[in-house]
């Protein structure tokens, strides 16, 4: 697939399907056949539209219309994930010699920013061109994170390439690590599980875990483990394997160590998530240093999307470009500290195409 000539079009539409009058917006993005919904609760990345090989449209993304339910089983799905994606142990960080408690989400840590993330607010939104920005202000000590901070997620769709940026300051030292948190099925959402995608990661090593899906050591190898991805394999063909990393989880909820990439340098690829049947095709380009692939393991059918197919394990799998888990802990890994004068900045690139 190539980019397209015609510019992007941009709408804003009300969007609150819970009546409890939340005030939410959902704006669309379409360029070509390419269309991404963006809705203000979460900064969530909602729905995708993309064609296969024979040029026939499908959503691609999990998702659900209910507020509800985007408040609870789904809180996470496409939404942009904060003050600290992933796991942080303990529930609790040192920041220049001062502890700070964070709000715990059980299992002895703090996931995804804490049990009132940033999937919970309803973000400002404002056009740019190509696309929308939203704005979300964490005020200082939020979910016990020190420091006031203003985060903005902007999501531009240009040709087949749906670009989603960040960038974040604050008044205090803090820890901060930002995702987009999309299940995709190239399939078509609700059109069976993932297992028989084609999936390649850019990676030589991942981070192994305990059970409280904390990294316990230093990185190691995927070579010769269900965990090499360096060339393309389906998703199913070790998740069953008799491996101990993979019976934590019962599946892939890990994070892989992607290879070295310049220093403020421009988007480097990280996956390839490809559909035999569909032809459909996912190119997850990144700035960030990991990769977290999880294989929708816990999902027991208390989402329903659009389809009416109630979704289970394996129903989808998320790619989250993001910092290494538990890093505030861990000095070898690339640090996840923002100070005052700085600014955080980061890029994804979600490259749609078909093959075959």
């Known amino acids: 697939m190539t980019a397209s000539s015609e510019p992007t079009e941009v709408h804003r539409a009300p969007y609150d399907h819970s009546g409890a009058g939340m005030g939410l917006e959902r704006w669309t993005l379409r360029s070509g056949p390419i269309e991404a919904t963006v809705i203000t609760l979460g900064a969530a990345l909602h729905t995708l539209t993309a064609p296969d090989r024979t040029g026939a449209p499908g959503q691609v993304l999990l998702t659900s219309a209910n507020v509800g339910a985007l408040l609870g089983p789904a809180k996470h799905y496409g939404v942009t994930v904060g003050r600290y994606a992933n796991r942080i142990a303990g529930s609790r960080i040192t920041l220049d010699g001062e502890d700070h408690p964070l709000m715990p989400t059980g299992n002895g840590v703090t996931l995804h920013g804490g049990p009132d993330s940033f999937a919970h607010r309803v973000w400002e939104a404002e056009e740019i061109p190509g696309g929308v920005r939203m704005h979300l202000h964490s ?8 420091g006031a901070l203003d985060v903005w997620t902007e999501f531009t769709l240009d040709g087949a390439d749906l670009v989603i940026s960040y960038r974040a ?43 409280r899906q904390i990294p316990y050591g230093p990185y190691e190898a995927v070579a010769g483990t269900p965990f090499d991805f ?30 070295e990439r310049p220093a403020d340098g421009p988007p480097v690829r990280a996956a390839l998530l490809e559909d035999p049947g569909s032809g459909r095709t996912l190119e997850v380009l990144t700035t960030e240093p990991g990769l977290q692939v999880y294989t929708a393991n816990g999902f027991d059918g208390a989402v329903t999307g ?29 640090s996840t500290e923002l100070r005052p004068g700085q600014e955080f900045r980061s890029t994804t690139v979600l490259r749609w195409g078909t093959a075959g």
């Open 139 to 146: 005020p200082d000590g939020d979910q016990g994170f020190p």
């Open 230 to 259: 360096t060339t393309a394999r389906p998703i199913g063909k070790g998740i069953g394997e008799d491996h101990p990393q993979l019976k934590l989880s019962r599946g892939y909820d890990h994070n892989w160590v992607l290879r």
């Open 306 to 334: 659009p389809s009416g197919t109630a979704y289970g394990p394996f129903a989808g799998v998320a790619l989250e470009t993001q910092h290494h888990p538990d890093s505030p802990h861990r000095p070898a890994y690339p």
């Open 169 to 211: 300051v604050t008044n205090k030292p803090t820890v901060l690590n930002l995702t987009n948190h999309a299940y995709f099925n190239l399939a078509g959402e609700g059109r069976g599980d993932v297992l028989g995608h084609l999936l390649t990661v850019d990676a030589d090593e991942y981070t192994p875990v305990d059970e």
